[in-house]
T-cell receptor
Framework: GEDVEQSLFLSVREGDSSVINCTYT??????LYWYKQEPGAGLQLLTY?????DMKQDQRLTVLLNKKDKHLSLRIADTQTGDSAIYFC???????????FGIGTKLQVIP | GAVVSQHPSWVICKSGTSVKIECRSL??????MFWYRQFPKQSLMLMAT?????????EQGVEKDKFLINHASLTLSTLTVTSAHPEDSSFYIC??????????FGPGTRLLVL
């Protein structure tokens, strides 16, 4: 079945870059997503990448996809304290219906 | 655009009562909505897929008679937790399907069953 793995915790200093990594198992994944969850809140879609792309940049966010290794990463440039949250990697496969989430990486930004 | 709301944002109820949670897509229509459950320090687990005008599709291990889902219109889906028990206490999040397979999530509903 589908499985998505992430490291649990990342701590960076304000102004540095953050890189959050994710691996997935389903080679038929069509879209891969990054969601942000602030404390006590729902999920906010940050960005997504189609499986035939290897990079997508959106302002401070850069998504890299290595389809051969089934590895996805999210880079946040100039990390701010407001970026402190839990970041979920997710893949969609088997058509539109099924989204599988990783357990989430808690990003702590130190002022 | 693509705003999804949930109501209530949190609810405390006694064991044995039923609780209804509403999920609305405010500025778009969604033929498909999804209900997730999140336990503390865990990821989201898909409970069911709700299709407008038809029966919901439940994930394995989710009791359809306990978690009643109704998707009566293109902008509203409801989840009713029937005869709630303390183990049903959780964070329930809905999402509505957007284009390109994306999902837009509601803010979540915290349920505490005493």
């Amino acid at each position: 079945g589908e499985d998505v793995e992430q490291s649990l915790f990342l701590s960076v200093r304000e102004g540095d870059s953050s890189v959050i990594n994710c691996t997935y198992t389903d080679s038929s994944s069509t879209y891969l997503y990054w969601y942000k969850q602030e404390p006590g809140a729902g999920l906010q879609l940050l960005t997504y990448i189609f499986s035939n792309m290897d990079m997508k940049q959106d302002q401070r966010l850069t998504v890299l996809l290595n389809k051969k290794d089934k590895h996805l990463s999210l880079r946040i440039a100039d990390t701010q304290t407001g970026d402190s949250a839990i970041y979920f990697c997710a893949e969609i496969s088997g058509g539109y219906q099924k989204v599988t989430f990783g357990i989430g990486t808690k990003l702590q930004v130190i002022p | 655009g693509a705003v999804v709301s949930q109501h209530p944002s949190w609810v405390i109820c006694k064991s044995g009562t039923s609780v209804k949670i509403e999920c609305r897509s405010l500025d778009f229509q969604a033929t498909t909505m999804f209900w997730y459950r999140q336990f503390p320090k865990q990821s989201l687990m898909l409970m069911a897929t709700s299709n407008e005008g038809s029966k919901a599709t439940y994930e394995q291990g989710v009791e359809k008679d306990k978690f009643l889902i109704n998707h009566a219109s293109l902008t509203l889906s409801t989840l009713t937790v029937t005869s709630a028990h303390p183990e049903d206490s959780s964070f329930y999040i809905c999402s509505a399907g957007g284009g390109r397979g994306t999902q837009y999530f509601g803010p979540g509903t915290r349920l505490l069953v005493l």
